[in-house]
């Protein structure tokens, strides 16, 4: 815990504030106390085409923190697309129960709880970037001038400010991603959920987007859902991993990351970053 | 369940238009469409009236199915031929090609009533028999027509080709020609029945409304307007009848042959 | 030197180029006919010809040059057309948009949408004379329905391109379906819209023209038919032909126009 406030010492230097650094430390651990997704038992069989029964999820229990970052890793076919749109409230799953917040996944959407950013950016081409973030607060009927406002200041956070009035087709693929990111910020919700984002990018960019991303995690203190197939990034992100195997999908292990935080790219240089990514390595079945 | 959940989408979806079909000729056998449309039975004859006429002038229709089918099928088959090898001369000569092609799809815009008595004027010196004159000008019609559609579909499917099969032609030192039977054509096949799609209904559109302005009086669309002129609404809605039925077989016919081909091609590959 | 180079392969300048090439070759026939022929007129005149029975300031039907003449029958034509256009696309659009709110009207209409573009309309236009009674009223339908199937297609396939993303955007924002449609769906599909703006455009006019020449009156199509009888000179025909030809090109162009000016996002270049 020591260790977790003097990391927000040393990076935020204008947070010297000894009230705010109570305040800091008070949210940490009534965060830690808190579940904030409960997944008990939850599974998903599909019918195919021809008739048959598809399993693509069998019985995943867990609790996900508030303010936790958890990745849900694994290769294509092992359901962490469907545990990411059951809790989405995208599909419904065929047994067991979500809880987030207390709340089944429809009233937490209900309740604009979650951000999306998909694997495309999914902007509108049609409205310029600070448009686009401006779109989910014109749906929750936010008066022009707060829109505005808070907007910007998602912009500001994803470091775009000066491309509020591009069109998409004129920022580069990473600088979309950065936009979509702060669209799915703009209400405010406590969970972010995020399909592959980066999994268009290519490697120099995705990288940079890694450490911006735990950026913007640490100012926001958002609970990230973050699906990959990624080991690499999977490690350097997340507090935890939710390792799925295919045929049928499962949840084969959750291994702990306990590398220091805030984390810089020098980290994936240590033994022990190496360590971990070996031991999520051969936690897979059946691959 | 799953069953019942693809027969019940079935059902919806022949059974949905078929009700509306059902609905229409039975409102028009009725006469309540003649209310909405403000008509009468004479100008809008009953669909029983319709059938009868065309089973006793069966001979008469036929004749001039063959007509404008013969104008419809010379003038796609022409028209597509030359689009094809505009479209072939254009991928050889980008540049200018690219332009040209431009012209030729501004032809898609000008009226066809414009373009019928022109074409009249010029195919005047063709033959001494007025029958084969006609006959000239209208296929010139229908040619130009789909000579358009043909070229500007062809072209994209001759030079909108997969990422890098260029590249992997020129590695395996591909001569042209090669490059053409290899890649281009196949590539540009699924893009020659987008192109038929547009121009088999714009051939017979094409063929009726060139006979409006033909010498010789034959041709399914000429003996609408014929027998308008002389009152004979039932025959004329017979002929209506015969011209949709031409539109839809010829379409289908399309269609059958478009399944074929392209399946053939997946076979092949 | 390169900058010459650059202007003879520019896409204007070979536009250019195939126009004078095309005028070259009408001329050449034209010269041709003129030679054959006692009145060449009739087969092909020269462009120059035209062009001069357009400026003269002779009177053909005692009250009119053939230039007034044109333009007083072209409004008439036009007007018509319009007024036809205007009634396809917002049916077109309308339906396009029925079809994509309900599964019933989707699968109801969607086959006899097929037939409408496989029935020869223009075949029909005599019949719908008739039953309307009123040539004014049948060319507004004519163009109607002709504009209608386009339109109708085309933003339907607009509906239908929106990505899953998208709509799953809009559901985890719990936006409304009045939400869905203003925000997402419809401005997605303007592209689309547009593309059937643009093919309908000169089938509008093309309808206008024919259902004309169908009956006496005033619009271009009875002019046409008036001066290839005889009525009066050979020029005013041609004339005829090249307005419509013009027009019809210009009406998909002015589409293209319209359509850039409305979306912005188009216009922009990539960086």
Redesign the interface.
């Known amino acids: 815990m020591i260790f977790i406030v003097l990391f927000c010492f040393i990076s935020f230097p204008e947070q010297r504030n000894i009230n705010e650094l109570k305040g800091t430390i008070s949210m940490i651990e009534h965060e830690r106390n808190d579940i904030e997704i409960m997944l008990d038992n939850v599974g998903m069989v599909y019918d195919s085409a021809d008739g048959k029964e598809v399993t693509a999820l069998t019985s995943v229990t867990m609790d996900i923190h508030k303010g936790e970052f958890i990745s849900l890793l694994g290769p294509s076919g092992c359901g962490k697309t469907t545990l990411l749109r059951i809790i989405a409230d995208l599909i419904h799953p065929t047994s067991g129960n979500v809880l987030i917040g207390g709340v089944s996944p429809k009233d937490a959407r209900l309740k604009r709880r979650y951000g999306m950013v998909f694997q495309s950016a999914t902007l509108y081409d049609w409205r310029t970037v600070i448009k686009n973030i401006e779109l989910p607060l014109e749906i929750t009927h936010c008066p022009k001038k707060e829109r505005h406002e808070r907007a910007m200041k998602m912009l500001d956070l994803v470091g775009l400010s000066d491309f509020a009035d591009h069109y998409p087709r004129q920022l580069s693929g990473g600088m979309q991603q950065r936009v979509g990111i702060a669209r799915a910020l703009a209400l405010q919700p406590e969970i972010l959920l995020m399909d592959e984002p980066f999994s268009a990018l290519d490697e120099f960019t995705r990288e940079k987007l890694h450490v911006d991303l735990l950026k913007i995690w640490r100012k926001t203190n958002k609970t990230i859902i973050f699906v990959t197939h990624n080991i690499q990034e999977s490690v350097f992100l997340s507090d935890r991993i939710c390792v799925l195997s295919p045929h049928p999908g499962r949840l084969s292990a959750i291994i702990d990351v306990d590398l220091p935080r805030p984390r810089t790219m020098d980290i994936k240089d240590t033994p022990e970053f190496t360590a971990l990514v070996s031991k999520v390595r051969n936690s897979f079945e059946g691959v | 369940m799953?069953?019942s959940k693809k027969v019940r989408s079935g059902v919806?979806?022949i059974g949905?238009?078929l009700?509306?079909?059902a609905a229409l000729v039975a409102s028009w056998q009725t006469g309540l469409l003649h209310k909405i449309?403000k008509?009468d039975e004479y100008?809008?004859p009953y669909p029983m009236r319709i059938i009868d006429i065309m089973k006793e002038n069966s001979d008469k229709i036929m004749l001039n199915v063959n007509a404008s089918v013969k104008v419809a099928l010379i003038g796609l088959l022409l028209g597509s031929v030359l689009g094809y090898l505009i479209a072939i001369i254009a991928t050889v000569f980008p540049?200018?090609g690219?332009?040209?092609l431009?012209?030729v799809s501004?032809f898609?815009?000008?009226?066809?009533?414009?373009l019928a008595?022109?074409f009249i004027?010029?195919t005047?010196d063709v033959s001494d028999i007025a029958e084969e004159r006609s006959m000239a000008a209208k296929i010139l019609v229908v040619t130009v027509t789909s000579m358009a559609a043909m070229s500007v579909n062809a072209y994209r499917g001759l030079t909108e080709l997969p990422p890098f099969s260029e590249d992997l032609m020129k590695t395996y030192a591909a001569g042209r020609l090669t490059e053409f039977f290899k890649l281009r054509f196949p590539n540009s096949v699924p893009y020659i029945f987008t192109a038929l799609r547009v121009s088999v209904?714009g051939s017979?559109?094409g063929a009726?409304?060139s006979e409006?302005?033909a010498e010789y009086i034959i041709g399914?669309?000429r003996q609408?307007?014929e027998n308008?002129l002389i009152a004979q609404?039932a025959t004329?809605?017979a002929y209506?009848v015969t011209?949709?039925i031409?539109?839809?077989v010829m379409?289908a016919i399309l269609m059958l042959a478009e399944s074929i081909i392209l399946k053939a091609c997946l076979h092949r590959t | 030197m390169k900058k010459l180079k650059k202007l003879l392969t520019s896409k204007f300048f070979i536009t250019i180029v195939w126009v004078v090439m095309l005028i070259a070759v009408w001329e050449l026939f034209a010269f041709h006919v003129e030679n054959i022929k006692r009145t060449p007129e009739n087969v092909q005149p020269h462009l120059s010809g035209i062009v001069d029975s357009l400026t003269s300031d002779r009177k053909i039907n005692g009250s009119q040059t053939a230039l007034q003449m044109v333009i007083e029958n072209a409004k008439a034509t036009l007007t018509r057309a319009g007024i036809g256009y205007i009634i396809g696309i917002a049916s077109g659009f309308l339906l396009a948009l029925f079809m994509s709110l309900s599964k019933i009207v989707e699968k109801t209409s969607f086959p006899y949408l097929m037939l409408i573009q496989l029935i020869p309309i223009l075949g029909m236009a005599p019949i719908i004379n008739a039953i309307t009674g009123d040539i004014a009223k049948s060319r507004i339908i004519i163009a109607a329905i002709l504009t209608f199937y386009p339109v109708a297609t085309n933003t339907l396939a607009g509906f239908k391109s929106v990505q899953r993303e998208k709509h799953e955007l809009m559901y985890s924002y719990a936006a409304n379906k009045f939400q869905i449609y203003t925000k997402t769906m419809i401005p997605a599909c303007i592209p689309y819209f547009f593309t059937g703006l643009k093919i309908s455009a000169p089938m509008a006019i093309t309808a206008s023209i024919l259902v004309d020449t169908l009956q006496g009156g005033i619009g271009l199509g009875c002019l046409l038919s008036q001066s290839l009888k005889g009525a009066m000179t050979r020029y005013v025909f041609w004339d005829i032909v090249f307005f419509s030809a013009v027009i019809g090109i210009l009406s998909f162009y002015i589409m293209g126009i319209i359509e850039i000016m409305m979306c912005p996002y188009r216009r922009t270049g990539k960086r």
């Open positions: 799953l069953h919806t979806n949905c238009p009700l509306f079909g449309l008509t100008i809008l540049k200018y690219s332009g040209g431009t012209i501004a898609n815009a000008i009226p066809i009533v414009a008595p022109v004027n010029w005047k209904p017979v559109i009726l409304v409006y302005f399914v669309g609408i307007r308008i609404y004329a809605w209506i011209a949709c031409i539109g839809i379409y």
